[in-house]
């Protein structure tokens, strides 16, 4: 084989894995943006069904502010309920039974929380586990699975997960409204 074949071979070689490595990065962009798609519709709908669910309670209560008829978080059982009272702030699992919902997962497979405060709520998707999450099942969870111990799926700023704050025009009261 000539010197000039073994160049070309080598340049074609090159060519080869410069363009396999760039599929594979714009394979892995993708995926991540599928990725955060599906986590931000899943919080979207649960945005909106906490703050429709808030606005609802408070019509049909006549008292109070929209804010104080959000739903508490769910701590434990029975699955997708929420809890009856949850003082100052409070982080569980979506209340997806109490919501109307099915139960809403993130991109990577994971029910979704949600956080409750005197002032507003948020909804968060956790994503994959960080090292030093344990998630494994303690029996309480059949449908989303894993337990309620927030730190093994919520970590502080910096950590993978996505969240959504329900705006305080979604918590407005509705015309009609008594």
Same mark, same amino acid.
């Given at each position: 084989?000539?010197?000039?074949?073994?160049?070309?071979?080598?340049?074609?070689?090159?060519?080869?894995?410069?363009?396999?490595?760039?599929?594979?990065?714009?394979? %892995?962009?993708?995926?991540?943006?599928?990725?955060?798609?599906?986590?931000?519709?899943?919080?979207?709908?649960?945005? @909106?069904?906490?703050?429709? +669910?808030?606005?609802?309670?408070?019509?049909?209560?006549?008292?109070?502010?929209?804010? *104080? +008829?959000?739903?508490? /978080?769910?701590?434990?059982?029975?699955?997708?309920?929420?809890? /009856?009272?949850?003082?100052?702030?409070?982080?569980?699992?979506? /209340?997806?039974?109490? *919501?109307?919902?099915? /139960?809403?997962? @993130?991109?990577?497979?994971?029910?979704?929380?949600?956080?409750? %405060?005197?002032?507003?709520?948020?909804?968060?998707?956790?994503?994959?586990?960080?090292?030093?999450?344990?998630?494994?099942?303690?029996?309480?969870?059949?449908?989303? %699975?894993? +337990?309620?111990?927030?730190? @093994?799926?919520?970590?502080?700023?910096?950590?993978? @997960?996505?969240?959504? %704050?329900?705006?305080?025009?979604?918590?407005?009261?509705?015309?009609?409204?008594?």
């Amino acid at each position: 084989m000539s010197t000039r074949q073994r160049g070309a071979v080598g340049l074609l070689l090159m060519l080869l894995i410069v363009l396999t490595l760039g599929g594979a990065l714009l394979a %892995s962009t993708l995926g991540a943006a599928t990725g955060r798609a599906a986590s931000a519709e899943a919080l979207a709908l649960a945005a @909106d069904a906490v703050a429709g +669910h808030a606005r609802a309670q408070r019509c049909l209560l006549g008292t109070g502010t929209v804010v *104080l +008829h959000l739903p508490c /978080p769910n701590m434990g059982a029975p699955e997708g309920v929420a809890a /009856p009272a949850c003082p100052g702030t409070t982080r569980g699992r979506l /209340p997806w039974r109490t *919501l109307g919902l099915a /139960p809403l997962r @993130d991109a990577a497979g994971e029910c979704l929380w949600y956080e409750r %405060s005197a002032t507003g709520a948020r909804v968060i998707a956790p994503g994959v586990a960080l090292a030093g999450q344990a998630r494994a099942s303690a029996g309480g969870a059949p449908v989303c %699975s894993g +337990h309620y111990n927030a730190a @093994d799926y919520l970590e502080p700023a910096g950590g993978n @997960d996505v969240a959504l %704050s329900v705006s305080p025009v979604a918590l407005a009261l509705p015309p009609g409204c008594p």
